[in-house]
């Protein structure tokens, strides 16, 4: 498989007024050619600071003390800002949050879909105009010819945000990343946007990195999953591993603290304690004072990152061929057993016994 | 909630044919409520799910009276609370509190945690002096699962989950009977947002609450709530219990809304099947209200349109 995006190694740290937070501790990742990959993980894990690293968004107490990404043999990293500038909405785009303040309220929406095509040049302005028309209609505004002169006020939350998603695929960019697209909006609503975002990604071959807390969400567009704790990436692997076969603990927690519709038990099971404070990152598992199931060396040492399978890996101590074994809590354990069955039965491919896919 | 079997659960709170609207009379009015009706019983938690613009917070800040409702009536407790004034409001503001979505627009940043909590105690004289009031607030901090150096720290030392902590102290400083949570928790992180339905729980069965859950996340309503209330448009679409709800939808909203639902199940979610919903039969002319199709189970329907109800109620009995 083509990687498309490769980071490796990156280290991001913010001054403040109390100190250097190490937001970012040593993130390595890649996105495949046409796949979407999931980043999940809850506020302050470093989730978001990740990807506006790529799109050289970062703020002005920020700086990148290590790492690369590499997309398509150039370092963003070292990339001057005018480069940035010719790839930024052009060849990596990016859609944000919150579709009521990501839009320009004075500016009409046919206008600021046809702009990153205007900026990035080649196109007359009647030309990218009708670009903007076509794309209007492709991500389900109905009626865009008409619509074009319209405001954003004039639009619902939903409308609004296949707006966004519309500037932000006008120029068919090879990689999309979206921030937390869907939170802002109804369940309907974002079931429609995320049926929207996987029939586009077939439409214009694109490459997408999901950031999202939701793992209902992610179960549903994600390829890969990437779990993010405390400004490191804990465990990844393949959408079915991520779900049926979760490793961390911490993992573990997540998806266990999330009521499914059959959840009835008379408590929420849920994780203790608070993230730490990135100030003075511990020394060991981030997760650990967290973690029923944490040793003494969690404490100690910080986990290296154990195979599962080729696609699948997991920085957790409980891996270690020394460590004892746990039983995970019972319905990680009853996902697990479901896991085995999917696979038994074929309905999912398990790259430890297909070997279909080579993975990394 | 277990409605532990209380042999007839009495009716803390009775809508009864409640109108909200908004710049009413004018080309731009709103008709956020538009003629619902429903009983809380004691000890219940009752849940409220929509769409945001369904008119469900507008709901839950009508029964509490922030706003004058348009026509109907709230019964709390069998008197009617929905033209009250001044004086009164104050007494029955003491029985029922709010804890708010938002824990960052809900405290105000310049006061002390335990001004924000004693704010009720000072309001109604519940405190004789200094002590007293700081001893309560200890007593309020403990029990929302914070510490008691706490209280003299500002809103803004604090993560969304303990903030919301702090309102919940707010709300339950004056011991009152009915507490109206609007969307408590769609703020907060995943792991933390189960850390305060397990508070909202351990504080009901304790002191005997009775809970308004207002939300959009299904799945979290299904789990904290005994019976769940569909609302759209400023209508009740279905109510019936929880499971009701959730394992026999008889109208097709509910159904769309649970098939839009994400769950953390990639297999589910690669067969998931979305119902769409099209609004245009609820703009036919004909008369609608809540009929009761099966006991308990009641959906917005005209008197024809029951037995169609009740046929596809009995094809779950089948199943």
Redesign the interface.
């Known amino acids: 498989m083509e990687k498309i995006l490769d980071v490796k190694d990156l280290q991001i740290n913010f001054d403040t007024f109390a100190g250097q937070v190490k937001a970012i501790r040593n993130v390595s990742f890649h996105l495949n050619k046409g796949e979407t990959l999931a980043i999940v993980g809850?506020?302050g894990s470093g989730k978001s600071v990740t990807v506006r690293s790529i799109m050289g968004l970062l703020a002005n107490n920020a700086h990148v003390d290590n790492g690369s990404i590499d997309f398509k043999g150039k370092d963003l990293l070292k990339a001057t800002p005018r480069e940035l500038e010719s790839i930024r909405g052009n060849d990596i785009s990016m859609i944000f949050q919150d579709p009521m303040t990501s839009l320009d309220p004075t500016m009409p929406i046919g206008k600021q879909v046809a702009e990153p095509l205007l900026i990035h040049g080649s196109m007359s302005k009647k030309k990218a105009m009708a670009r903007a028309e076509e794309v209007l209609e492709l991500v389900g505004i109905t009626n865009a010819k008409n619509r074009m002169k319209d405001y954003p006020h004039q639009f619902s939350?939903g409308q609004r945000q296949r707006i966004v998603i519309a500037i932000s695929i006008v120029n068919y960019p090879e990689v999309l990343i979206a921030d937390e697209p869907t939170t802002a909006l109804?369940?309907?609503?974002?079931?429609q946007i995320?049926?929207l975002m996987k029939e586009l990604q077939n439409k214009i071959e694109t490459s997408i990195i999901f950031i999202t807390?939701?793992?209902?969400?992610?179960?549903?567009i994600a390829d890969r999953v990437a779990v993010m704790y405390a400004g490191k990436i804990i465990e990844y692997g393949s959408?079915?591993e991520i779900?049926?076969n979760p490793q961390h603990p911490y993992t573990w927690?997540?998806?266990n603290?999330?009521?499914?519709?059959d959840?009835?038990s008379d408590?929420?099971?849920?994780?203790?304690g608070?993230p730490p404070n990135l100030l003075n990152p511990p020394a060991g598992d981030a997760f650990a004072p967290r973690n029923p199931y944490a040793m003494q060396i969690d404490y100690e040492q910080m986990p290296p990152f154990y195979k599962v399978t080729d696609t699948h890996y997991a920085a957790t101590w409980l891996l270690d061929p020394q460590a004892p074994k746990v039983e995970p809590p019972a319905a990680i354990k009853k996902r697990q057993e479901e896991y085995h069955q999917?696979v038994a039965e074929g309905?999912?491919q398990s790259s430890v016994k297909g070997g279909a896919k080579d993975g990394e | 909630m277990a409605n532990d079997s209380q042999a007839t659960p009495k009716k803390l709170i009775e809508v009864k044919h409640l109108k909200q609207y908004f710049n009413a009379g004018r080309p731009n009015e709103v008709k956020a409520i538009d003629d619902i009706s429903f009983d809380i019983y004691e000890g219940e938690t009752f849940g409220l799910v929509g769409e945001s613009g369904s008119g469900k917070s507008t709901t839950g800040r009508s029964i509490i009276r922030l706003y004058n409702p348009t026509s109907g009536e709230i019964k709390f407790y069998g008197e009617d609370i929905s033209k009250i004034k001044h004086k009164d409001m104050l007494k029955f503001r003491r029985e029922m509190q709010m804890i708010f979505q938002d824990p960052y627009a809900s405290l105000n940043p310049r006061m002390k945690v335990k001004d924000i909590i004693a704010e009720g105690l000072d309001i109604h004289h519940l405190v004789k002096n200094d002590e007293e009031r700081d001893a309560r607030v200890n007593e309020l901090l403990d029990l929302v699962g914070l510490s008691r150096d706490h209280a003299t720290r500002y809103p803004h030392e604090f993560s969304g989950g303990q903030r919301q902590r702090i309102g919940i102290a707010r709300a339950l400083a004056v011991e009152p009977k009915f507490i109206i949570a609007d969307e408590p928790i769609s703020a907060l992180d995943v792991s933390i947002q189960a850390q305060v339905v397990n508070l909202l729980r351990d504080i009901q069965k304790e002191q005997n609450l009775t809970y308004l859950f207002i939300a959009h996340d299904l799945s979290m309503v299904k789990y904290i709530s005994d019976r769940i209330a569909v609302m759209h448009n400023g209508r009740l679409m279905e109510l019936s219990t929880a499971s009701e709800v959730y394992d026999h939808p008889l109208h097709p909203y509910t159904k769309s809304l649970l098939s839009a639902v994400p769950l953390p199940d990639p297999m589910y979610e690669r067969n998931r099947h979305r119902k769409p919903y099209d609004d245009s039969i609820e703009h036919d002319g004909k008369e609608r209200s809540l009929k009761e199709i099966v006991p308990g189970h009641f959906v917005l329907a005209t008197d024809e349109e029951v037995s169609l109800y009740q046929a596809s109620a009995e094809e779950y009995n089948e199943k």
């Open positions: 809850e506020s939350g109804d369940v309907t609503i974002q079931a995320i049926d807390h939701d793992l209902g969400v992610v179960a549903g959408v079915d779900f049926y927690g997540l998806l603290s999330m009521p499914t519709l959840t009835s408590r929420l099971y849920a994780i203790p608070t999917l309905k999912i």
